[in-house]
C-alpha cells in the first residue's frame, strides 16, 4: 500500500509539474483538458472522463454539445497526445513517471520507470496502443472512427467535419487533490496492473526515449543530390525544431538585422507544425544560408499573426541581389493566421559559397526558410500522404505527411492492405468539407495526380453502402476535375488513382483543389503534384 501511495504522489507531482513547465502554454484546451482528466483520475471518478464531460466541463462547450458535429474534444485529445509524445521524447525523457492519453480514450495512463526496472524486459508495443497512433482523432465512444449504424436500417451519414481546435481565455489550470481511502485502493490496484503493461512498455520507451530523433526527409526529391539541405526556423535562437515529418529546423543564426518577434498561443490554418509560424524576423533582415555549388530550391514561409489586413503590409525581398519580389502575405494566404509558403526555383549558390536573402523594407518579415537541393528549370514534385507519418514507396519517392489543407477530418481504414502495392498511401483518409492549397512555381504546368480508396462503404465493412453512397465534386484552380464521383462505382474498395495535366498554378502559385460533397462526404488518401 505504502508504494502505492508514493507511486500516486510521484504521478501527483508528474502532472502539476508538467502543467506549470508551459509545455501546452498557460490557459489554452491542452492545459484544460489534461486538468480535467487527471482531476477525475486522482478523484477516483474515472467514469466521468466521457468526451461530453470533457466538451461541457473542461472545454467550454454548451450543453447542447454534440460530438457528431464537434469534435473539439478528439481534435484537442490527438493534440495533446502529440505534445505529450514529443515531451518524453525530449525534456521528459528521465522523468520518472511519463503520462499518456491512449488513443481512442480519455482516461490518463502513468508510466513509473521503476516498474520498467524491476521487471526487467518487454516485447514490441503496437503502433496504436502507445500514444503514438497514426490516430488524426480519437475514435468515437460508441464504435469506429466514423460512427455505427443504428439498429433502424437507416442510411449512414458520416460526421459532420472537425472544427478546429480553438484557442480559449481562461483561469490558471488547478489540479484538485482530494485523497480518498478507495482512491488509495485503486491506486494500489493500478500499481499491480501497471507491471502487465511491461510487455508493450519496452518498444515504447526505447522508440521515445532512447532513440535519436527521426532522420530529416525531404519534402520531394531533390535532382541535385550534392546539395545541402538547409531549414532554419527565424527569430528562434533556442533549441532545433523537429517537425512532423521528422525534419529538423535550424535556430536563427544565419541572418542580421531587423528585430525577432513571437506570439503564443495562436492556431495557424494550413500546418500542423504551427511553431514554425509563431516567431521570426521583421524589418530590414540580411541573411547568408552557406550551401555547396549547385541549384537550389527556396521556401519562404509567412503567416500574417498582427491582425492586419489585405494591402496593409508589403514583404519586399530579394535573392542573391536580383529584383525585389513584392508579397502581400494576408492577400496570398488568403487571411490572417494562415500559413502561405512562396517556392522560387533555380536559385544558385553565389561564387562565395551562400545564397543571399535580403527583406528591404522595414514592414517585411519572415517565419522560417527552407533550402532543398533543386532540377534546374523545374520545381521537386510535392508528395502528400493523409496521415501524420511520412512514407517512402517502392519506386523511392517520399511522400511528406498531410498538410496544406483546410477543413475535414481524418479517418483511418481498418482492413487488410497487405496485399495493396503501396497500401500504406490508403491507411487513412480525409473526409469532410475540406480543400488543399498546394504551393509551387508560378512558371510551369502540373500533373497533379488524386488517390482515393473507399474507407466506409462497402465490403470492408460489412457491405455498408455501396453504388452512390458517396457523390462528390472536384475542381482545381476554377475548373471541374471530377463531376459526380463515386469512388465506389469505378473501384469498388480497391485504390484509385485520376490524373489531371495541364494544371495552370493561380497567379499566386497555388494548386487549389477543393472537395464538394453531393452525397455524403468527399474523401481523399494522397496527393501528387508534378512539374511538366
Given at each position: 500500500?505504502?508504494?502505492?501511495?508514493?507511486?500516486?504522489?510521484?504521478?501527483?507531482?508528474?502532472?502539476?509539474?508538467?502543467?506549470?513547465?508551459?509545455?501546452?502554454?498557460?490557459?489554452?484546451?491542452?492545459?484544460?483538458?489534461?486538468?480535467?482528466?487527471?482531476?477525475?483520475?486522482?478523484?477516483?471518478?474515472?467514469?466521468?472522463?466521457?468526451?461530453?464531460?470533457?466538451?461541457?466541463?473542461?472545454?467550454?462547450?454548451?450543453?447542447?454539445?454534440?460530438?457528431?458535429?464537434?469534435?473539439?474534444?478528439?481534435?484537442?485529445?490527438?493534440?495533446?497526445?502529440?505534445?505529450?509524445?514529443?515531451?518524453?521524447?525530449?525534456?521528459?525523457?528521465?522523468?520518472?513517471?511519463?503520462?499518456?492519453?491512449?488513443?481512442?480514450?480519455?482516461?490518463?495512463?502513468?508510466?513509473?520507470?521503476?516498474?520498467?526496472?524491476?521487471?526487467?524486459?518487454?516485447s514490441a508495443l503496437d503502433e496504436k496502443q502507445n500514444g503514438q497512433s497514426l490516430d488524426g482523432l480519437a475514435p468515437h465512444e460508441n464504435g469506429g472512427p466514423e460512427g455505427k449504424l443504428a439498429d433502424s436500417a437507416r442510411p449512414f451519414q458520416e460526421p459532420n467535419a472537425a472544427q478546429r481546435a480553438e484557442q480559449q481565455e481562461g483561469s490558471e489550470p488547478r489540479i484538485k487533490f482530494r485523497p480518498r481511502i478507495g482512491m488509495m485502493v485503486g491506486a494500489a490496484i493500478f500499481a499491480l496492473s501497471v507491471v502487465l503493461l511491461v510487455f508493450v512498455w519496452k518498444e515504447w520507451n526505447r522508440n521515445r526515449v532512447r532513440e535519436s530523433p527521426p532522420q530529416p526527409i525531404v519534402a520531394a526529391a531533390p535532382g541535385n543530390s550534392s546539395g545541402k539541405i538547409l531549414r532554419v526556423k527565424l527569430g528562434d535562437t533556442s533549441t532545433p525544431y523537429l517537425d512532423r515529418g521528422g525534419s529538423a529546423w535550424e535556430n536563427d543564426h544565419f541572418c542580421a538585422g531587423g528585430s525577432a518577434f513571437s506570439v503564443t498561443d495562436r492556431a495557424i490554418q494550413g500546418t500542423e507544425d504551427p511553431q514554425l509560424f509563431l516567431s521570426g524576423r521583421r524589418g530590414i533582415v540580411h541573411c547568408n544560408f552557406p550551401v555547396p555549388p549547385g541549384i537550389y530550391e527556396v521556401h519562404l514561409l509567412f503567416a500574417e499573426t498582427s491582425g492586419l489586413q489585405e494591402a496593409s503590409r508589403n514583404v519586399a525581398f530579394s535573392i542573391n541581389g536580383g529584383p525585389l519580389t513584392n508579397l502581400d502575405v494576408v492577400d496570398d494566404a488568403g487571411g490572417d493566421d494562415i500559413a502561405t509558403t512562396k517556392v522560387i526555383t533555380d536559385v544558385a549558390s553565389a561564387s562565395d559559397g551562400a545564397i543571399h536573402m535580403d527583406f528591404t523594407t522595414s514592414e517585411a518579415f519572415i517565419n522560417a526558410i527552407e533550402i532543398l537541393p533543386g532540377t534546374p528549370h523545374r520545381m521537386l514534385p510535392v508528395r502528400l500522404v493523409v496521415g501524420h507519418s511520412p512514407y517512402r514507396d517502392s519506386n523511392g519517392n517520399t511522400w511528406m505527411p498531410d498538410r496544406y489543407f483546410f477543413g475535414g477530418?481524418?479517418?483511418?481504414?481498418?482492413?487488410?492492405?497487405?496485399?495493396?502495392?503501396?497500401?500504406?498511401?490508403?491507411?487513412?483518409?480525409?473526409?469532410?468539407?475540406?480543400?488543399?492549397?498546394?504551393?509551387?512555381?508560378?512558371?510551369?504546368?502540373?500533373?497533379?495526380?488524386?488517390?482515393?480508396?473507399?474507407?466506409?462503404?462497402?465490403?470492408?465493412?460489412?457491405?455498408?453502402?455501396?453504388?452512390?453512397?458517396?457523390?462528390?465534386?472536384?475542381?482545381?484552380?476554377?475548373?471541374?476535375?471530377?463531376?459526380?464521383f463515386d469512388i465506389f462505382r469505378e473501384a469498388g474498395s480497391q485504390p484509385l488513382v485520376k490524373s489531371f495535366q495541364h494544371i495552370e498554378p493561380t497567379p499566386q502559385g497555388k494548386i487549389e483543389i477543393y472537395f464538394t460533397p453531393a452525397v455524403n462526404y468527399p474523401s481523399i488518401s494522397a496527393i501528387e503534384v508534378i512539374p511538366e
Open positions: 500500500m505504502q508504494s502505492a501511495i508514493s507511486k500516486l504522489e510521484a504521478e501527483r507531482t508528474e502532472v502539476v509539474g508538467i502543467l506549470s513547465s508551459g509545455v501546452f502554454g498557460r490557459t489554452n484546451n491542452l492545459v484544460r483538458l489534461l486538468t480535467f482528466v487527471c482531476d477525475k483520475y486522482f478523484d477516483g471518478e474515472i467514469d466521468e472522463i466521457k468526451e461530453y464531460n470533457v466538451a461541457v466541463h473542461a472545454l467550454g462547450r454548451p450543453e447542447s454539445f454534440d460530438p457528431q458535429v464537434d469534435t473539439i474534444v478528439r481534435v484537442t485529445a490527438h493534440a495533446l497526445r502529440k505534445r505529450l509524445e514529443d515531451f518524453y521524447k525530449t525534456t521528459g525523457a528521465e522523468h520518472p513517471v511519463h503520462i499518456c492519453l491512449p488513443p481512442g480514450h480519455y482516461v490518463p495512463k502513468f508510466i513509473h520507470a521503476c516498474d520498467l526496472e524491476t521487471a526487467g524486459g518487454a477530418r481524418l479517418s483511418g481504414f481498418r482492413g487488410d492492405l497487405s496485399k495493396v502495392t503501396d497500401g500504406r498511401l490508403y491507411e487513412w483518409h480525409r473526409f469532410g468539407h475540406f480543400q488543399y492549397v498546394v504551393p509551387v512555381a508560378t512558371s510551369a504546368r502540373y500533373t497533379l495526380k488524386l488517390h482515393f480508396m473507399e474507407h466506409w462503404f462497402g465490403v470492408q465493412n460489412g457491405g455498408i453502402g455501396g453504388v452512390g453512397s458517396r457523390v462528390f465534386d472536384v475542381s482545381c484552380n476554377g475548373s471541374m476535375l471530377l463531376k459526380g
